[in-house]
DNA sequence: GTCAAACTACGAGAGATGTCGAACAATCCT
DNA sequence: AGGATTGTTCGACATCTCTCGTAGTTTGAC
């Protein structure tokens, strides 16, 4: 598709509504190491960050996919801006259903990484 | 073995000491629904519960890999007493490396448990 | 229109996971 | 010892997951 689009982006992105969001599928995406490193970025930073800021492991197509699983999850909100995806925690949402969750994954994030000698990222 | 044992009973289970127990494994074990469903009861009733107590819609074999599953994550523990297997959360375990995880786990349960109109269990 | 940048889609492969059924093992009770 | 109860082990199977590489799409810039 080429033609233009009335309100903004043209690709828009599956998203499941707040009420949609199952417990047993946020605390699977959230038990992937590679989707636990991306969200605890970006509640560190609190604002949308695009995939391409990350610097995962892995290729591209993995990043994708990982990427998609913590949509689909409701975990991450995605938006197309330019030719860069943007990425932002659906905090409000997940905390709206299921009070303190997140926080206290985020913590215990934090927590865990200090404990086990945090192997810190090459500066970039 | 038949031979008498000093401590009470013979058969001993590996189990994760409390430093060993890792987030993800544990995300991982409560994104199972009848793992998550375990756990559910075992806190509500807030004692030991042996694995015959809990009535899961599928074989004995499977109800065992997931009682492994929940015991090598370090979210329960286990212990013979006879011919039962007794099950208990490791509640202070996980409350001392995740503050507030677990019971933050356990409400949003309750909470989607209500949320979506509780298929509730045929009295046993 | 062309080119680079940022992602996606598709196909594939290795490995993990949830499930079952049948046979086995440990413990308790009589 | 014999039988009942409880849970385990093993192999099998379908499905899902994480990963990659290559080729393709969309957008912005020149």
């Not at 599928?25 to 604002?47: C, N, Q, T």
């Amino acid at each position: 598709m080429t033609t233009a689009d009335p309100a903004g982006s043209s690709r828009d992105l599956p998203h499941p509504v707040r009420e949609e969001i199952r417990l047993e599928s946020v605390l699977h995406a959230l038990s992937d190491p590679m989707r636990l490193r991306i969200v605890r970025e970006l509640a560190a930073v609190g604002d949308e960050l695009s995939c391409s800021h990350f610097d995962l492991p892995v290729t591209k197509s993995t990043t994708t996919h990982h990427f998609r699983v913590l949509r689909e999850s409701g975990v991450i909100r995605q938006v197309y801006r330019g030719t860069a995806k943007m990425n932002a925690l659906r905090g409000a949402d997940l905390d709206a259903l299921f009070p303190g969750f997140l926080d206290s994954v985020l913590a215990a994030i934090e927590r865990q990484g200090e404990r086990l000698g945090e192997p810190r990222r090459p500066a970039g």
